[in-house]
């Protein structure tokens, strides 16, 4: 439950942030509460990804596509996540998730998620997703039109995206 006031929370400022570009990085602070902890006193492995979610749905705001996306009855989809855990958060530890979409094809989106505190990387991760709607999956390229982006390129896919796309693929 608490995942959802924060996430309530980050919905509530990213309307008073500055916007995003859809290629900018958002970051969204938190810190880790007691219901956030596993047997070794630190932040669940899972929780990591309940944050990353945040920083996508923050992202989203960010970039003024929430409100029309949900208008249009698309909601965001997670489809794989790829993570690397480097350092612990410890209870009570403020920590900062930077969320930025990284390339995209004809289908997915694909973003980077990192978890840093005291200016240290706590954990790294890919996400692939998209959104869906009533008819089925929206294409990226729908959701560049609706940014006011139509017809953008993707960046360059990132050779280690590739990799894991290939791993995925077997």
Not at 40 to 68: A, P, Q
Not at 75 to 85: D, F, L, Q
Not at 98 to 112: A, G, S
Request: proline fraction near 5%; include cysteine.
């Amino acid at each position: 439950m608490i995942v959802f006031f924060r996430l309530v929370w980050a919905l509530i400022r990213s309307r008073f942030k500055r916007r995003l570009d859809i290629l900018d990085e958002s970051a969204v602070t938190m810190r880790v509460w007691p219901n956030d902890l596993d047997l070794n006193v630190h932040m669940n492995s899972g929780r990591y990804l309940s944050m990353m979610d945040i920083g996508r749905v923050e992202i989203l705001g960010r970039t003024r596509l929430l409100r029309k996306t949900f208008g249009r009855g698309w909601r965001p989809i997670a489809a794989a996540a790829t993570i690397r855990y480097r350092r612990s958060l410890l209870p009570f530890q403020r920590f900062t998730v930077r969320t930025r979409v990284v390339c995209w094809d004809e289908k997915w989106l694909y973003f980077r998620h990192a978890i840093e505190a005291r200016g240290e990387l706590c954990a790294v991760a890919y996400v692939r997703g998209l959104l869906r709607g009533k008819e089925g999956n929206v294409s990226p390229a729908q959701i560049l039109e609706l940014a006011g982006k139509p017809g953008l390129q993707s960046p360059p896919m990132p050779a280690d995206i590739a990799k894991w796309i290939a791993v995925e693929l077997r």
